[in-house]
């Protein structure tokens, strides 16, 4: 079962940073942070990936916090393309690192 | 670069027909995933491929589910037969490294099948 826990469904205004969190309470020290997006009737997109560090990428940026207990997703600048459901995933190494994707957030962008 | 292939789109069988997806992924991937997924729901591991072998499959229904990836390259999935609640999407994933964490671990989904059954 997914370690994670994500709001159900967020919503930003167009141009407006979207911030989108995460739980992860119970990840080990070692255990990775991932970002994936699925559009519409598209397969999941991978966004960015963290252990400790903030990371940044040409999609959006990763915050950790020093327990690595929650970490936010930002995009920074929203646009309508980015409404997609955002996924939150702690794979445990006890299942070999699967990837275990929930129910994630339902961004919507408004206009 | 092309991304991950997956063929058919879309589906629709009755019920007790038997049905195959397949997948090619992006050249040079050496691991390829299968993924279900239900309306609603997020992607749900299946199988897992490192080349030809596969290395985690114990989510696969293997009563009536079957993939094979005999070259290590293209990789087809198989249900036998088919029932109602097969109803889903199947998508098909590559990557360069098998853990996640490796660099090259980001996986990159295909479109998927959508499959429907009768």
């Known amino acids: 079962d997914a370690k994670t826990t994500q709001p159900t469904s967020m919503d930003c205004a167009e141009g407006r940073a979207a911030n989108l969190p995460c739980n992860h309470s119970t990840i080990s020290g070692n255990e990775y942070v991932y970002w994936y997006r699925q559009i519409h009737s598209q397969g999941p997109q991978y966004i960015i990936h963290g252990l400790k560090n903030n990371e940044t990428n040409e999609m959006a940026s990763l915050i950790i916090t020093e327990d690595r207990k929650s970490s936010t997703l930002i995009l920074p600048h929203a646009t309508l393309r980015d409404t997609a459901v955002y996924y939150c995933?702690?794979?445990?190494?006890?299942?070999?690192?699967?990837?275990?994707f929930g129910t994630g957030t339902r961004l919507a962008v408004r206009p | 670069e092309a991304g991950v292939v997956q063929s058919p789109r879309y589906k629709i069988i009755e019920k007790k027909q038997p049905v195959a997806f397949w997948c090619n992924p992006i050249?040079?991937?050496?691991?390829l995933y299968w993924y279900l997924q239900n309306l609603g729901q997020g992607p749900e591991l299946l199988i897992r491929y490192e080349n030809e072998e596969a290395v985690d499959d114990s989510q696969l229904p293997k009563d009536r589910f079957s993939a094979e990836r005999l070259k290590g390259v293209d990789s087809t999935l198989k249900i036998q037969p088919a029932e109602l609640g097969d109803s889903a999407v199947y998508l098909c994933a590559s990557s360069l490294a098998l853990h996640p964490g490796l660099p090259g671990g980001e996986q990159f989904f295909g479109p998927g099948t959508r499959l429907t059954v009768l």
């Open positions: 995933i702690g794979p445990e190494k006890s299942s070999g690192d699967k990837l275990t």
């Open positions: 050249s040079g991937h050496n691991t």
